[in-house]
């Protein structure tokens, strides 16, 4: 099998570069080790920056994101019980998030896939890269129907933190830059309206909230938890009664309790791998970086990486010019470090870290006061909330 770009990784980062290279008529293979029903099914975060609702639009990918997702043009911050909202749209200039679940994000592109001709290789097993460092790399790989060969002029990683990809960079060539938390978020989803009509970011003394929604009566919860926790010591009413107390008062009585249908405690970590291009061969996504959930940049990220990327392979084949992929390593990461940045300075000053005194406290509710106060700082916050231009 012969192809321009070869794809390893069906999530959102590898789908969307198949579509943004179809439109500039580049030829591509997906391949997935994965069923295309468990893909679609992974519960991720659904807040979308306003860069990347425009970049499914310019994709023709939009129908159900426009009649479905919720557009916010403002969030909440919470310290103890007392809350603000921050305009985005007016902090920002006019731009706004989107909530929209990457569930629903994954299912419209496949079914846009499916109805382009796009080629996707399921259930893919034994991966092998080779020959990246040349002209003509090739991947292997077991199909049910056999083995296969796909040559390509470029290989793109899009399979994730634990895929394949990033192992194939020789480890003197790759540079690792890594934090990892000591708590995880505690998330519920439950058929519930939600407490807030935008999201609500708590940050109290006893630790992190995040009141978000899937729609108006499908509702995303979270809270700060360390990672030694267990599910069976949460069950719902324990959650509920410290969502109550997280999110304050007049948040509180507004909760409208009920069963949960998902549950699970989720990691964070903050990681980035340098260079993100080895030779013939390109990281995207969370292949290359991972950020704290904390103000949802990752699909955000991985959107803007396949985007510097998609120009810069359409202008290689166009032009036959090396520029585009030659600088995508360092415009990447260029963006992805402020994306740290800011996940970083969000995941400080709203969760409770086990150096977090009485001193420190002080400091994250003077830090959320002047956030409070000051229409500067508002515009800093809102700028990277609904997303930073491309590098």
């Known amino acids: 099998m012969r192809t321009q770009v070869a794809i390893v990784g069906?999530?959102?980062?590898?789908?969307?570069?198949?579509?943004?290279?179809?439109?500039?008529?580049?030829?591509?293979?997906?391949?997935?080790?994965?069923?295309?029903?468990?893909?679609?099914?992974?519960?991720?975060?659904?807040?979308?920056?306003?860069?990347?609702v425009d970049c499914l639009s310019r994709l023709g990918l939009d129908r159900r994101l426009r009649k479905e997702g919720l557009r916010h043009s403002g969030t909440h911050l919470s310290a103890d019980g007392d809350d603000f909202r921050i305009d985005l749209e007016q902090a920002s200039g006019g731009a706004c998030v989107t909530v929209y679940g990457q569930q629903e994000v994954t299912r419209d592109l496949f079914e846009a896939a499916e109805a382009r001709g796009l080629t996707i290789l399921f259930e893919a097993s034994d991966v092998g890269l080779h020959d990246i460092e040349t002209e003509k790399p090739f991947v292997t790989l077991r199909t049910l129907s056999g083995e296969v060969r796909v040559d390509c002029d470029f290989v793109v990683g899009c399979d994730g933190f634990h895929g394949i990809s990033r192992q194939a960079i020789p480890s003197h060539v790759l540079r690792i830059f890594e934090r990892v938390y000591s708590f995880g978020w505690l998330g519920i989803l439950t058929e519930r309206p939600p407490v807030s009509e935008e999201l609500v970011y708590a940050s109290h003394e006893r630790g992190f909230a995040l009141a978000s929604m899937?729609?108006?009566?499908?509702?995303?919860?979270?809270?700060?938890?360390?990672?030694?926790?267990?599910?069976?010591?949460?069950?719902?009413?324990?959650?509920?009664?410290?969502?109550?107390?997280?999110?304050?008062?007049?948040l509180g009585a507004r909760l409208q309790r009920g069963p949960s249908f998902e549950k699970s405690i989720a990691p964070l970590r903050s990681f980035v791998a340098e260079p993100m291009r080895y030779g013939r061969l390109f990281l995207a996504g969370d292949a290359a970086h991972i950020v704290p959930p904390t103000g949802a940049k990752g699909l955000n990220l991985a959107v803007s990486d396949v985007t510097m990327l998609g120009q810069a392979l359409a202008e290689f084949y166009s032009?036959?010019?090396?520029?585009?992929?030659?600088?995508?390593?360092?415009?990447?990461?260029?963006?992805?470090?402020?994306?740290?940045?800011?996940?970083?300075?969000?995941?400080?000053?709203?969760?409770?870290?086990?150096?977090?005194?009485?001193?420190?406290?002080?400091?994250?509710?003077?830090?959320?006061?002047?956030?409070?106060?000051?229409?500067?700082?508002?515009?800093?916050?809102?700028?990277?909330?609904?997303?930073?231009?491309l590098g």
């Open 10 to 52: 069906a999530g959102p980062a590898g789908l969307i570069l198949a579509h943004l290279l179809r439109a500039s008529g580049i030829e591509t293979v997906v391949i997935e080790r994965q069923t295309r029903a468990y893909v679609e099914g992974r519960v991720r975060a659904g807040v979308l920056e306003q860069g990347t």
């Open 214 to 250: 899937r729609s108006m009566t499908r509702s995303r919860y979270y809270i700060q938890c360390d990672m030694g926790e267990r599910l069976e010591d949460w069950p719902d009413e324990r959650i509920w009664d410290e969502l109550a107390v997280r999110l304050g008062p007049n």
């Open 319 to 389: 032009e036959r010019s090396g520029a585009g992929i030659d600088t995508y390593s360092a415009r990447a990461l260029g963006r992805v470090w402020k994306a740290e940045r800011f996940s970083w300075w969000f995941t400080t000053l709203t969760h409770r870290f086990p150096e977090t005194g009485a001193f420190e406290r002080r400091m994250q509710v003077a830090e959320l006061s002047y956030l409070r106060g000051s229409l500067r700082a508002q515009a800093s916050f809102a700028e990277n909330y609904v997303g930073l231009p």
